[in-house]
């Protein structure tokens, strides 16, 4: 990830619109954007909000699919942990 100022922002063409992937709001720099399969434009705010989800999910992810059961009975405790507070806003 990286940040487009003002001064860069032409190499995504004059007068094009930008939205957020996050929160599909309008954006103008400076953005966070990343390239990767397809070009990613975030609002800073977005950015830092979902970052440590994508962090979050992945380290679950990588847990649930870990052969060493150690590893599946941390991810369970994870997510018990991750349902009682969801569970406590409600
Ligand atoms: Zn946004």
Do not use: N
């Amino acid at each position: 990830m990286s940040v487009l100022y003002a001064l860069s922002a032409d190499i995504l063409g004059a007068g094009t619109e930008l939205a957020c992937v996050e929160c599909a709001g309008a954006l103008r720099p400076p953005l966070v954007y990343w390239v990767g399969a397809r070009l990613l434009l975030f609002h800073p705010g977005c950015a830092a909000e979902l970052g440590p989800h994508l962090i979050a999910d992945a380290r679950e992810a990588t847990l649930a699919i870990a052969p060493e059961p150690h590893w599946r009975r941390r991810l369970i405790d994870g997510v018990r942990h991750r349902l009682k507070l969801e569970e406590a806003l409600a």
